[in-house]
C-alpha cells in the first residue's frame, strides 16, 4: 500500500503493513500431508473427506486458504499453515512444508502425489470392498480379452483394432 509522504507530499512512501506483507512462499510437504492424514484431519471416522468450510471452522482460516493449503498447487504462508496445523493439535516442524527455494519439479511432484493419495483414499472410501472386487474382475476380464485380441491380431495381421 503507498501513502503520500507529510515531509513531501510529491512522494508516495511504501507503507508495509504486516498483515499484507506475508510470505506466501511455502506448500504442504508429502510429509505434512501425511501428518495431517495420520491425524484424521482430512476425513472423519467413516473416511468421510471433510470438506474446506468444515475444516476453515475447525481452523479459523478463510475456506479459500485452506483449499490452498491442501491443494498443494498455490503457495501460502508459514503462519496459516502453523495455524492450521496447529488448530487440530499438530505442530508445525521444518519437514512438513516445502520452502520456494527448493526444486520446483520437487513440488509438481509433491502436488501430484497429494491429488493421487486424496483420489486413491476417495476411491477407497466411496467404494464398498465387493464393488471393488467386482471392479477388479471387470479389469482383469478386459485386461485379458484385450491380450486375446492382440495375440489374433498379431497372428493374422488382418483383423482391424478399433
Known amino acids: 500500500m503507498y501513502q503520500i509522504s507529510s515531509s513531501h507530499p510529491d512522494r508516495l512512501t511504501f507503507a508495509a503493513s504486516q498483515q499484507r506483507n ?5 506448500m504442504l510437504s508429502e510429509q505434512g500431508w501425511q501428518k495431517l492424514t495420520q491425524a484424521g484431519v482430512l476425513h472423519d471416522q467413516w473416511g468421510n473427506r471433510y470438506t474446506y468450510e468444515q475444516l476453515s471452522e475447525r481452523s479459523l482460516l478463510n475456506d479459500r486458504t485452506v483449499s490452498r493449503i491442501l491443494s498443494g498447487e498455490v503457495r501460502v504462508d508459514k ?5 492450521f496445523f496447529a488448530a487440530f493439535g ?3 516442524h521444518s519437514d512438513d512444508y516445502l520452502t520456494a527455494a527448493r526444486d520446483p519439479t520437487d513440488q ?3 502436488s ?3 491429488y ?3 483420489t486413491v483414499h476417495s476411491i477407497e472410501t466411496t467404494l464398498s470392498y465387493q464393488e471393488l472386487m467386482e471392479l477388479h474382475q471387470r479389469l482383469s476380464q478386459d485386461l485379458r480379452h484385450l491380450s486375446h485380441l492382440l495375440q489374433l491380431h498379431e497372428m493374422n495381421g488382418s483383423i482391424p483394432l478399433p
Request: avoid cysteine.
Open 22 to 26: 506475508r510470505n506466501r512462499g511455502v
Open 112 to 114: 501430484f502425489s497429494h
Open 116 to 118: 493421487l493419495n486424496s
Open 90 to 92: 499438530l505442530q508445525l
Open 108 to 110: 509438481a511432484i509433491t
Open 79 to 83: 503462519r496459516s499453515l502453523k495455524i
